[in-house]
């Protein structure tokens, strides 16, 4: 049985430290960058089961997969873990605006990848009782269930449109970590038969984004209507963040002495994120008109000028974050051997991009002000995606070869969320149903369980084909995207 602390127990200390340290981690936590939209998992014998554990949760990651499942717990325990992500995507562009076959900037043809980077994603969390309602378990934890970061280095502007300015060094990307701070209560409703765990958590989005539109010129005579200076790139630079709520509830049923069944529900609510954005127009040089302009202040010899036009604003978009249900079902067929199934449905459909609404003020200057054109300057900027929702199912096993050992396995088929290719862009890579493969070992040391695991996902290759907008720009990125992602897990956990 697990024991109940009293003023004077010495365990109390030990909790006391052990708030300290994951007070430590939640500082660091807030500032890594992780990758992934939805988080691959959390805890060693989760993530090395593929992510099958709704239905086992017999340890401080229980607080994540089901948070019923610390009723049962017969320990306290914490325990902290890092993953090491690394995101091998790739990239054969296949963007020609205006629907012909042109030089564009882009580095059409070439296979690019994305930019090189081990990502870090610490994680930790203490469960226990306390002398407070009565058996009532409590948990205190810290991970990201959302992140993304990519970046990509696509375009540089043709000669023939501009040969006296660059591009910035990221043209596209994205740096989102949604990190929860969760409180979690679980209690047994039936003893031995069923038990009940909410968890409350306090969401921090930080969000930063990189992207580049190319905008139909505003200008309606020739040559500023002619290829390449009809359509000019406009380069996002956004960074900013905001706090939200979320609810992560669970139950647990024995079955019998061998299975147990586990229910689950996430439900974020959407978070509104603020910051500072800047916005760089790179106009088009046609030094041929531009020559010819006697007023270098005329909306004529601003589009014609090669100049770059900058604009600050602040901006409001709002992160809508995807609900999801799970059951999972877990069976141990031997003492040394549990098997367990998992399946979640996320409403990945709740997330249609970002739409950066900018605040209204001053910043242009000279013939950028100008009524005729300003607008084309300051319009908001959006991001659009239509994606689905999906369904994914993981198998895990579970075999401890010794008391001082125990070998983890699981294989897990995630449905891809934008199977109709709408909107498609390299800030967000998701080709189609992947196939995760997963293992790992845990080493117990009286009360210490040390875990080591690997995670590889593997993606389908995706042609997206070009699908113009009335205005002859782009929706979406077309191109080749091929991914592949690998995942190293470092625990180590302590009961006491």
Known sequence: ????????????????????????ITVISASVLAAGFENTGVGIQAQ?????????????????????????????????ESAFLHFRDELTPDYRYGGLDTVTGFYNGLAIYNQHAVLTNP???????????????????????????????????PRAYNDSLSAPGQQYGVNLDVVAFQFTAAREIKPGKMSLGLGIQ??????????????????????YTDVPYSHIPEFLYSDGNGWGLGL??????????KANLGVTAALPFNITVKGDARLDFLMPMIKSTRNKQTDPNSVEYLFASGRNVS????????????????????????EKFLVALDGEYTLWSTFDGFDFALASGDGLSGAAADPSVSSFFTSDVSTVVDWRNTIKAALGGRYNVSPALTVLAGLSVDQGVDPNKVGFTPQFVDTGTKLGFNGGLQLHLQTWDLGLGGTIISNPDLTVDRTYE???????????????????????ARRF
């Open 202 to 223: 306090l969401l921090r989005a930080d969000l930063v984004y990189r992207d580049l539109k190319f905008r139909s010129t505003p200008m309606t005579t020739s040559p």
């Open 470 to 492: 009335s205005d002859g720009s782009l929706l979406g990125f077309p191109g080749l995207y091929k991914a592949t992602t690998f995942e190293t897990i470092l625990s180590i």
């Open 1 to 24: 049985m697990m024991c109940v602390f009293d003023k004077g127990d010495t365990r109390m200390g030990i909790i006391r430290i052990s708030a300290r340290a994951l007070l430590a």
């Open 48 to 80: 090395a089961m593929g992510g099958a554990f709704r239905g086992v949760a017999n340890d401080w990651t229980a607080t994540y997969y089901n948070p019923a499942g610390l009723a049962y717990m017969t320990d306290n325990q914490w325990g902290v």
């Open 248 to 257: 992560r509830a669970g139950m647990m049923y024995k079955l019998n002495e």
């Open 123 to 157: 994680t930790g969390g203490i469960v226990g009782k306390l002398p407070i309602l009565g058996e009532t378990v409590w948990g205190l934890s810290i991970y990201q269930p959302f992140d993304q970061n990519i970046n990509w280095n696509l375009y540089q502007p």
């Open 311 to 334: 604009l600050s604003r602040a901006f409001e978009t709002k992160l809508k974050l995807p609900a999801s249900f799970g059951v999972g079902l877990s069976y141990k067929v031997t």
